[in-house]
């Protein structure tokens, strides 16, 4: 940018300090490079302004300003979207992760959390009170874009997803107006924010139903070596839709770490491995899990009563902000033998020891809910299964990673039904996005065309305008490099390069912007918490809403 601009652009951010009580943040500053990035490192852009809004006055002063000047505008709930939405070159990062706070009514059974909470807060302060709704599976994911776009855990077969214990948001419009959503008010903006992504406004709480669970629940770890992983999806796929809404069933397929109670010959090699939670008495639990833990020889389990907050952190070390990362996802209605093929055949070909397949087994109360009681649409019994490739900072193999997950994605939908979970959108196109949301679609854009008519809101997953010029990018990308470098991986290592360039911005229009107390828990079952390298939990999350 030439210094005449840069000095322009540098009076208009100091006007905004004058009325905005957060952090503003520019490149330069010290805090520029930090504040940017976000859970996968291979997203490198570079906002004109980072606003970390402390409360809800913040948030409409920055999208106010972004919009007076034209500005291009991203919203950062946790900064755990794969695909980077969060952060653009040259916009207004709306970062929202300090405005913290959870306050938890035991007697109704809710709680109120606001947009920058982690799901590790949200547990410890839920916790307190043995209560707890389905939610992420790593602490450090925001609950923001999580519940936004569905929302999976461990209890989802006993609860529903997220999105089905979600009661209210408040949300900020692209006006700039201040509305409280939910079944009452607004009722099918309510829908729309249920699945339908940050496109309608910004969040700035979520008001959640809570359940009693724990503080201790069955749960934990089995593995399986991959030579008997067949043998064990084939059981799955018959006991997974018959158990009892209580089990949680998480599928984790990855190379072992050194993980003591695991035969350490086993170490590097792929193996099978399922998430247990028996939300429900331990004794009925152990009953029912039983044959399961017995399917073929399993390696090893640490399947026992646990804290919930335990299982909510185990796999965080696994997913440790910084990596670059690229996922796609499918939905099996069937686990047919095809399909487990393919599976077992991906988990012998993982691109990286930090790469993996995972998923959910989708049944029970999540499953019951009406197709169109949601923007998540139908949830037909069966599994989602995600190809998850990681890769170190730097890897000059990232293209290659990535091709992994397109080529075992495309032969795994082969087996599915076309659709995905919103919540594991990635970098789709229009048609992806589209058979995300099916029936919904057409709800949705009327939701868009009444709430955002102008598309100020379009840094996201499924904004109609963003995603055409994404597609058209795409094609314009793909041809180009298939005049030079036919191969399938130089094709797929171009779509990693969009993490580090600004697709949308390329084609923006400036027109546009017109009460159980919980147990101590054991010490024994703590300690073997960082075997998957689970990471200490977060302070206390407990605060006020006074700001909001
Ligand atoms: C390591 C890891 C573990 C995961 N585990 C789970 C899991 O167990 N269950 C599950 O369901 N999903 C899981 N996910 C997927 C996760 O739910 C989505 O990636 C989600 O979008 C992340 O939300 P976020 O707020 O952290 O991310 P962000 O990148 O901040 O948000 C994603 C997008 O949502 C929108 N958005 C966010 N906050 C707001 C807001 N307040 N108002 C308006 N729009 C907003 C924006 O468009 C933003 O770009 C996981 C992802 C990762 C990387």
Redesign the pocket.
């Known amino acids: 940018m030439e210094q005449a601009a840069l000095d322009r652009r540098s009076r208009m951010f100091r006007s905004l300090r004058t009325r905005f009580r957060g952090a503003l943040i520019q490149p330069g500053e010290d805090a520029y490079d930090e504040t940017r990035r976000?859970?996968?490192g291979a997203v490198d852009r570079r906002p004109a302004l980072i606003a970390r809004c402390v409360d809800a006055d913040d948030v409409v002063t920055a999208l106010r300003f972004a919009r007076d000047h034209a500005l291009p505008i991203?919203?950062?709930?946790?900064?755990?979207?794969?695909?980077?939405?969060?952060?653009y070159d040259d916009a207004v990062m709306?970062d929202?992760?300090l405005i913290k706070g959870v306050s938890v009514d035991p007697a109704k059974r809710q709680a109120r959390a606001a947009?920058?909470v982690?799901?590790g807060e949200f547990d410890l302060a839920t916790q307190r009170y043995g209560l707890a709704t389905t939610?992420?599976?790593?602490s450090?994911?925001?609950?923001?874009?999580?519940?936004?776009?569905?929302?999976?855990?461990?209890l989802l077969r006993k609860r529903g997803?997220?999105v089905d214990n979600l009661r209210a948001v408040e949300?900020?419009t692209a006006e700039g107006e201040q509305l409280r959503v939910d079944a009452q008010s607004e009722p099918e903006l309510f829908w729309g924010l249920r699945g339908g992504?940050?496109?309608?406004?910004?969040?700035?709480s979520?008001t959640y139903d809570l359940h009693p669970v724990g503080p201790l629940v069955l749960g934990g770890p089995v593995y399986w070596p991959i030579e008997q992983a067949a043998e064990v999806l084939r059981f799955l796929r018959d006991f997974a839709p018959a158990a009892p809404d209580e089990l949680g069933i998480?599928l984790v397929a990855h190379q072992l770490p050194p993980l003591p109670f695991l035969p350490p010959e086993q170490y590097g090699k792929p193996a099978l491995g399922l998430l247990l939670t028996w939300a429900g008495e331990v004794a009925e639990g152990i009953r029912v899990l039983t044959p399961l833990l017995h399917v073929a020889s399993p390696l090893g389990d640490l399947v026992r009563p646990v804290p919930y907050r335990a299982l909510q952190t185990l796999?965080d070390g696994?997913?440790a902000?910084g990596n670059g990362?690229y996922?796609r996802s499918v939905r099996l209605p069937q686990l047919s033998d095809s399909a487990i093929e393919v599976f077992v055949s991906l988990l012998d070909s993982l691109p990286t020891r930090l790469s993996f397949l995972t998923g959910?087994a989708i049944s029970g109360a999540a499953s019951r809910v009406a197709a169109d009681a949601t923007a998540v649409g139908e949830r037909e019994v069966g599994f989602e299964i995600r190809l998850i490739a990681v890769w170190p900072p730097e890897d000059p193999a990232a293209g290659q990673h990535a091709a992994w997950v397109h080529e075992g994605w495309n032969r795994l939908r082969a087996h599915g039904n076309g659709r995905q979970?919103p919540?594991?959108?990635s970098d789709e196109r229009l048609s992806g996005v589209r058979a995300a949301y099916q029936d919904g679609w057409a709800r949705l854009v009327a939701l868009k065309d009444r709430y955002d008519p102008g598309n100020v809101?379009r840094?996201?997953?499924i904004s109609r305008r963003a995603l055409r010029a994404r597609s058209r990018l795409i094609i314009w990308y793909q041809a180009a490099l298939l005049r030079t470098q036919p191969q399938m991986e130089s094709d797929l290592a171009n779509r990693v390069t969009l993490f580090r360039t600004t697709p949308r911005m390329m084609s923006v229009d400036p027109a546009d912007l017109s009460a159980r107390r919980p147990a101590a828990p054991p010490a024994r079952v703590d300690a073997a918490v960082p075997f998957l390298g689970g990471s200490a939990l977060p302070g206390s999350a407990r605060g006020s809403f006074s700001r909001l």
Do not use: D, E
């Open positions: 976000i859970w996968n991203s919203v950062r709930g946790g900064g755990h979207g794969v695909a980077g939405n969060a952060v709306i929202l992760t947009a920058g982690t799901w939610g992420g599976t790593v450090q994911v925001g609950i923001s874009g999580l519940t936004l776009h569905g929302g999976f855990g461990h997803l997220t949300l900020i992504g940050g496109n309608f406004g910004i969040a700035t979520f998480m796999l696994a997913a902000p990362a996922w959910w979970y919540t594991f959108l809101f840094l996201n997953a």
